[in-house]
């Protein structure tokens, strides 16, 4: 059985808003000042904005050596995961 999957850059969306530049060079030293920068995933070497959004990306928390597999669901629960897999049933 074979489906025919879209390419997901067809559901990218991109939203933007106006910025201002500033290009006053005292601002601009400000912004590139170490004490708002940050390491990214612990590399001294490699300095990032601490408001960078990709100091969230490529950090996958470690896993739970156990798992714990008697987790009582509550209906709503139940109705939460029929939605979530719905769609994949349907395919």
């Not at 201002?20 to 000042?33: F, N, R, V, Y």
């Not at 904005?49 to 990306?57: K, P, T």
């Not at 996958?60 to 995961?81: G, K, M, Q, W, Y």
Request: glycine share 4%; aromatic share 8%.
């Amino acid at each position: 059985m074979s489906f025919c999957k879209s390419d997901p850059t067809q559901f990218l969306q991109l939203h933007g808003r106006p910025c201002k530049i500033h290009l006053d060079p005292a601002i601009a030293t400000a912004g590139d000042s170490p004490a708002n920068m940050m390491p990214w995933q612990g590399n001294e070497d490699n300095l990032i904005d601490r408001f960078d959004v990709r100091a969230h990306l490529d950090w996958i928390p470690e896993a739970p050596d156990s798992i714990d597999v008697d987790i009582a669901l509550t209906s709503e629960d139940r109705h939460i995961n029929y939605e979530r897999y719905r769609i994949i049933s349907s395919m």
